[in-house]
T-cell receptor, first 115, second 111 residues
């Protein structure tokens, strides 16, 4: 199994541009989440999904959209990039019996720089 | 609501000496508690998890953590540090509707 994969690994955007961060998992996990990591702040939840077709907001959802059309994929869209969205983004999944807030399996991250 | 405080932002140890990373939490639940490790430019990896079965939890790579309800603490220890333990460590508490992450402790291991 590849686990949780994320693309791209690194991206530079200009203010106002849009882009999609891709996330896929091959473990048949029901729950998936997006986090951003900023220095000294740990990880903060952006959006999450408890199954295909079901998404909800986390702590810091503004400026981001998600959708979950399949169990495997959970893309994160930046609508109009801002310098404040410069961060490292992690996708994570967890299995059904534990619930969405149990053991997380993390992808390798996407480093985003917004100029 | 829940919160996590990691009491040290940076810990420096010599190879072969013990490591102690301190974590206090608050929660209105009986929470699950986790420690994750993040090596440079990598994703987070689970070290260990507490779910009320036993107060002393053993994890991977020789790490263990002790849950102390009276002190609301979940400190992580390792008897003998190895160079490969240099990383950032996160204490995490689960709640009703999210996970709460500590700010992280960076561990440096001196040869």
């Amino acid at each position: 199994n590849a686990g949780v994969t994320q693309t791209p690994k690194f991206q530079v955007l200009k203010t106002g541009q849009s882009m999609t961060l891709q996330c896929a998992q091959d473990m048949n996990h029901e729950y998936m989440s997006w986090y951003r990591q900023d220095p000294g702040m740990g990880l903060r939840l952006i959006h999450y999904s408890v199954g295909a077709g079901i998404t909800d907001q986390g702590e810091v959802p503004n400026g981001y959209n998600v959708s979950r059309s399949t169990t495997e994929d959970f893309p994160l869209r930046l609508l109009s990039a801002a310098p404040s969205q410069t961060s490292v983004y992690f996708c994570a999944s967890s299995y059904s019996t534990g619930g969405p807030w149990e053991t997380q399996y993390f992808g390798p991250g996407t480093r985003l720089l917004v100029l | 609501a829940q919160s996590v405080t990691q009491l040290d932002s940076h810990v420096s140890v010599s190879e072969g000496t013990p490591v102690l990373l301190r974590c206090n939490y608050s929660s209105s639940y009986s929470p699950s508690l986790f420690w994750y490790v993040q090596h440079p430019n990598k994703g987070l990896q689970l070290l260990l998890k507490y779910t009320s079965a036993a107060t002393l939890v053993k994890g991977i790579n020789g790490f263990e953590a002790e849950f102390k309800k009276s002190e609301t603490s979940f400190h992580l220890t390792k008897p003998s540090a190895h160079m490969s333990d240099a990383a950032e460590y996160f204490c995490v508490v689960s709640g009703e509707d999210k996970l709460s992450f500590g700010a992280g402790t960076t561990v440096t291991v001196r040869a």
